[in-house]
C-alpha cells in the first residue's frame, strides 16, 4: 500500500518495536526495518532521521527522498516498514536513495512495485 498519513506509524513505542525486529537490510544511504505484525491491516510506514544526518534541512531533505521513493513501493498488508536515513541520505541523489531502496526491498520480499512505480531521474 502506498504511504499515506493514515497509514504511518507515529507512535514512538510502535517505531522501536519495529526497530528492536529482526528483520533489516542496510544499503549505503538507508535501513529498512521490518515488523510483520500478523493481521491483514495495511501497512504502516515511518521515516526516521536522527541528528547524525545533519541539521534539520538535511535531516528533512533525507526523510523527503526516502518518502518518494517508497512511494513506487506498495507494501503488503499486516507488515509495519520503517526507513531510517544515514548520513549520506541527505547529500545522494533521488536515483541514489531509490536504488538502495529498492535492493533493500526487494531483498526482504515486502512490498511489489506500485503501478504507478516508475522511478524517474530528479534533478537535485
Do not use: Y
Not at 528483520?23 to 491483514?40: F, I, N, Q, Y
Not at 544526518?53 to 516498514?81: M, Y
Amino acid at each position: 500500500m502506498s504511504p499515506v498519513a493514515a497509514d504511518r506509524l507515529r507512535d514512538g513505542r510502535a517505531i522501536g518495536a519495529v526497530l528492536r525486529g529482526r528483520r533489516k537490510r542496510a544499503g549505503e544511504r538507508l535501513v529498512v526495518h521490518v515488523l510483520d505484525r500478523g493481521d491483514e491491516l495495511p501497512a504502516r510506514l515511518a521515516v526516521v532521521a536522527s541528528r547524525r544526518v545533519g541539521g534539520a534541512v538535511q535531516r528533512n531533505r533525507a526523510k523527503r527522498l526516502l518518502r518518494e521513493a517508497a512511494r513506487t513501493w506498495s507494501f503488503g498488508p499486516g507488515v509495519d516498514v520503517v526507513l531510517v536515513a544515514r548520513a549520506s541520505c541527505a547529500r545522494a541523489g533521488f536515483a541514489e536513495v531509490a536504488r538502495d531502496l529498492d535492493a533493500a526491498v526487494q531483498a526482504l520480499g515486502i512490498a511489489e512495485r506500485s503501478p504507478a512505480g516508475t522511478v524517474t531521474e530528479v534533478a537535485s
